[in-house]
Nanobody, 130 residues
Framework: QVQLVESGGGSVQPGGSLRLSCAAS????????MAWFRQAPGKEREGVAD???????????YYADSVKGRFTLSQDNAKNTLYLQMNSLKPEDTAMYYC????????????????????WGRGTQVTVSS
């Protein structure tokens, strides 16, 4: 089994920054993709970004248009941790942020295919307000 634990959320003013972390444990060698999703109260879940952990050169990332240029994914495979650096935060970025991954054969946890994510963390709250 794989477990995911998010951290790093908090309250910040517009224009500020936060870095979210997602620590994976268990059978982490099964994970191919990891992704961040978010959900604001009363709104549908939205994909934020995903990364293919095993890409040659270590760089295969995809970002939603709403965060492109402001959010950046990075990973520390030695620590099995995925990071989401969020800069130039806006009030509309306020949401619960969830980390997700795929741990089974045939699943590919991409933000355009959330049903393929079979492991989810409990989330970390991000609030952007003046």
């Amino acid at each position: 089994q794989v477990q995911l634990v998010e951290s790093g959320g908090g309250s910040v003013q517009p224009g500020g920054s936060l870095r979210l972390s997602c620590a994976a444990s268990g059978y982490t060698d099964r994970i191919k993709y990891m992704a961040w999703f978010r959900q604001a109260p009363g709104k549908e879940r939205e994909g934020v970004a995903d990364v293919y952990r095993l890409a040659p050169g270590g760089d295969d990332r995809y970002y939603a248009d709403s965060v492109k240029g402001r959010f950046t994914l990075s990973q520390d495979n030695a620590k099995n941790t995925l990071y989401l650096q969020m800069n130039s935060l806006k009030p509309e970025d306020t949401a619960m942020y969830y980390c997700a991954a795929d741990s089974r054969v045939g699943r590919y946890c991409r933000i355009l295919a959330p049903d393929s994510c079979d492991v989810w963390g409990r989330g970390t709250q991000v609030t952007v307000s003046s």
